[in-house]
């Protein structure tokens, strides 16, 4: 039997199944460390600007992939009102984000705003 016949269907398998296994994880680290502020599950219960919201605004500044990664991560690692891209009335409604730099590595952030980028 052909060896390429053999490795191809399963390096496919393999890739398919570690990307979207990837995706499930930063989708469980979302739940467990975003959302329990950035989601509208409950509007009386939010604390801070809808995360779909923020991906929108940051977006329109950064359409890149890249460029949008590196602010982001900047303003979470330390947020100010210099660095912030939402508008006065939505910091003024909820204040700026606590910094969370030593929260998680920074590889991790990094690849959770990647996530995030594609996910909105």
């Avoid at 039997?1 to 053999?6: D, E, F, G, T």
């Avoid at 509208?40 to 995360?51: E, F, G, K, Q, S």
């Amino acid at each position: 039997m052909n060896l390429q016949i053999v490795l191809i269907p399963f390096l496919f398998l393999s890739v398919f199944t570690s990307t979207s296994l990837f995706a499930q994880d930063f989708k469980a680290l979302y739940q467990k460390d975003c959302a329990m502020c950035h989601e509208l599950t409950d509007p009386n219960l939010v604390i801070a600007p809808p995360m779909m919201a923020i991906v929108s605004v940051y977006k329109k500044s950064y359409p890149q992939k890249e460029a949008f990664v590196k602010h982001t991560l900047q303003f979470i690692l330390s947020p100010s009102r210099q660095n912030s891209l939402m508008g006065e009335k939505t910091i003024k409604q909820y204040g700026l984000m606590i910094s969370q730099k030593g929260a998680m590595p920074e590889k991790e952030l990094e690849a959770l705003i990647a996530y995030l980028y594609d996910k909105y």
